[in-house]
């Protein structure tokens, strides 16, 4: 039988795949809406960021290494910046330029939703949509052990 814990993880990553059907994402050129279908199979690391946080000017360097590496093995990068204003989002992309998918939550609708209570803060949704992994900070330490958990995901058939 599940675990309370279990079905709260995959009632969030069921929620993350449908909110993200609905959310404009883009790059810094503009808008491209998601294509959930064209998501199937795919390793899905979702990293919830802002342009204030120190921790995240870590992250997005390894994100981007992440994506370049293992994108041709399934794993699609998304970052979703909360910033509220546009402007500090955009400062800060200009200086990491990222290779992945960026969307824009102003509102923190979506952060709202999957009950961020860090930043940066991740998660990892496998091939068949289920949550993973949830993960809250950055530390230079922990990349093996999130690379380690990411190409265990993509290795699932």
Avoid at 11 to 21: D, E, G, H, I, Q
Avoid at 33 to 48: I, M
Avoid at 124 to 150: C, K, N, S, T, Y
Wanted: proline share 8%; with cysteine.
């Amino acid at each position: 039988m599940p675990t309370s814990h279990s079905l709260r993880s995959a009632r969030r990553a069921l929620a993350l795949l449908l909110m993200l059907s609905l959310v404009p994402l883009g790059d810094a050129a503009g808008p491209d809406p998601l294509d959930l279908p064209g998501l199937r199979g795919k390793v899905v690391y979702v990293d919830f960021w802002a342009s204030w946080c120190a921790p995240c000017r870590q992250s997005f360097p390894w994100m981007d290494g992440l994506a370049r590496d293992l994108g041709p093995r399934g794993l699609v990068v998304i970052a979703v910046n909360v910033d509220h204003q546009r402007a500090d989002a955009d400062r800060f992309l200009s200086e990491f330029t990222p290779s992945f998918r960026v969307s824009f939550d102003p509102g923190g609708n979506l952060a709202q939703r999957f009950h961020v209570s860090a930043l940066p803060m991740s998660f990892l949704i496998d091939r068949e949509g289920h949550q993973v992994m949830e993960h809250a900070g950055f530390r230079a330490r922990e990349e093996p052990d999130l690379q380690q958990r990411i190409t265990a995901a993509l290795a699932q058939r």
